[in-house]
């Protein structure tokens, strides 16, 4: 049509109209943020989709102890934290570590323990720092199932384990403690984890204090925690923290005594700790240290030790 239309008009000795400019592109649209439990490539399946038989016998036993750690694994951990009081929603929740395609994720090298690792030392990283307890042996019934709900969790993952939206965001700031104290009563924090920190058995974990998470834990990290407490804190209206207000929290619960992580000054052997890892390492010096750390009643299963070499030193 436009071409029988500028020949009909060279034909009665008058110019075509200026050809229209090219329409703008689009504005690039900003990726909406994922929404808790949901993944653009990936959702785990249903707990109640768990086979029938020992394996699923194993992944469901494996969840309880992932929500029920501390009443069911008492020697383990002999505080009160479960493994979901941070992986969230049984290791579900995204912005929570969440556990989405994590089994295909290992083995993988630790930057802050300088070593390969397989899954199974990663969770006794958990068990020794963040619920401050005992390592579980990598042999036991205990750990296997863990390791069957955490495989059944990225059935369907990519087979990179890369799931998007699984990490803790990256956040800036700096917290204030006084700040955060008040803010503490203010916001509610006390209702459920109380005036003292140590939380409720079963329900709230404690903050602070002999039932706490370790120093080694990366809950101990200023940003770290500020991160987790904007997005799902207070359990009542998530979210509605601001970023300054969860820095100052933040700031006031890692500014009281909690486990010590021993031979935490071994940890990044090669350099390159996070600016607020709050204890000394390799080329960093503690950032906001609490006042004192509290021996650990059984030190020696509070290490997780490397890999070891059949065959000696590889080569």
Not at 179 to 198: D, M, P, R, S
Request: proline share 12%; aromatic share 8%.
């Amino acid at each position: 049509m436009l071409i029988a239309l500028t020949a009909f008009l060279a034909a009665c000795g008058g110019e075509a109209p200026p050809a229209a400019p090219p329409a703008a592109p689009p504005a690039p649209v900003p990726a909406p943020l994922l929404e808790p439990g949901k993944a653009d490539v990936y959702t785990a399946p249903a707990l109640e989709t768990a086979p029938e038989g020992p394996y699923g016998d194993s992944i469901r036993r494996g969840y309880e102890l992932f929500t029920k750690t501390a009443e069911l694994l008492p020697d383990n951990v002999p505080g009160n934290q479960n493994c979901s009081s941070c992986h969230l929603d049984g290791g579900r929740q995204l912005g929570a570590a969440a556990l989405l395609g994590v089994h295909d994720r290992f083995p993988k090298y630790m930057e802050r323990t300088g070593a390969v690792i397989a899954l199974h030392d990663r969770v006794n990283y958990c068990f020794t720092r963040s619920l401050a307890g005992s390592r579980l042996p990598a042999e036991s019934q205990e750990m296997t199932d863990l390791l069957a709900y955490l495989a059944f969790l990225s059935v369907d993952a990519p087979k990179n384990g890369k799931v998007p939206g699984v990490d803790i965001p990256k956040v800036e700031g700096k917290g204030d403690a006084a700040t955060g104290e008040k803010l503490y009563t203010e916001k509610g924090c006390v209702a459920c984890h109380g005036a003292e920190g140590k939380g409720v058995d079963g329900a709230f974990p404690a903050l602070w204090g002999p039932d706490s998470y370790s120093i080694g834990a990366s809950m101990a990290r200023e940003e770290r925690a500020a991160s987790f407490i904007q997005q799902f804190m207070p359990k009542t209206t998530p979210g509605s923290l601001t970023l300054e207000e969860a820095f100052h929290l933040s700031a006031f619960i890692n500014s009281h005594p909690r486990p010590d992580s021993p031979t935490k000054e071994l940890d990044w052997p090669n350099g390159g700790a996070p600016y607020d890892v709050p204890y000394a390492t390799q080329g960093h010096e503690a950032y906001n240290p609490p006042p004192s750390v509290l021996e650990r009643a059984k030190p020696e299963l509070a290490v997780v030790p490397a890999p070891p070499s059949v065959r000696g030193t590889p080569k």
